[in-house]
């Protein structure tokens, strides 16, 4: 009797330790489970804020690559305009060929605009010239054209001397 209550108890401890294994198995699997999810949801988001960072890098080169071009364009324009101001100081001191580059300009602005009636801002040294080529110009636009055109020297505006 006492073997089969040994026996009995035997299997029953064995019956438990079956079950409680059993139960450890599945409550380490979900354990798992959750950590190896836990563990992608924060490679998700270091992913995320490692592809944002080299977004934010790449755009910020990028910028700064525009404004270093920007920087050296805007340079290169003063550059030009400084020496083209410096050729129109250098081409006033030629008369002939400063009344020749005043006629053309003003024939260009009649041609760009195409108004009956305009208006030219000079200097005030360059009034008389800016005259004689207003006249020039009209005459050649009309010839041109076919249309009048009338322009004057607005005296209230006049531009800065300059160099």
């Known amino acids: 009797m006492t073997a089969f209550i040994k026996q009995e108890a035997t299997e029953k401890a064995r019956e438990i330790e079956i079950k409680a294994d059993a139960e450890f198995a599945m409550e380490k699997s979900k354990l798992v489970r959750q950590e190896t999810d836990s563990i992608d949801v924060t490679y998700e988001k270091k992913f995320k804020q490692a592809t944002m960072s080299q977004q934010i890098t790449r755009s910020t080169v990028a910028n700064k690559t525009r404004l270093k071009v920007l920087g050296a364009r805007q340079a290169l324009l003063d550059d030009i305009f400084e020496a083209a101001a410096n050729k129109l100081a250098e081409a006033a001191k030629n008369k002939s060929q400063y ?23 000079a200097r005030k040294a360059d009034y008389a010239a800016v005259e004689k080529a207003i006249a020039e110009a009209a005459k050649e636009y009309k010839s041109k054209v076919g249309t009048e055109i009338k322009a004057t020297i607005d005296k209230e505006n006049d531009l800065p001397s300059g160099r």
């Not at 300009?105 to 108004?115: K, P, T």
Request: charged share 20%; glycine share 8%.
């Open 99 to 121: 009344a020749a580059t005043l006629k053309g300009l003003v024939l260009e602005g009649f041609y760009a605009l195409n108004e009956p009636e305009l208006q030219v801002r």
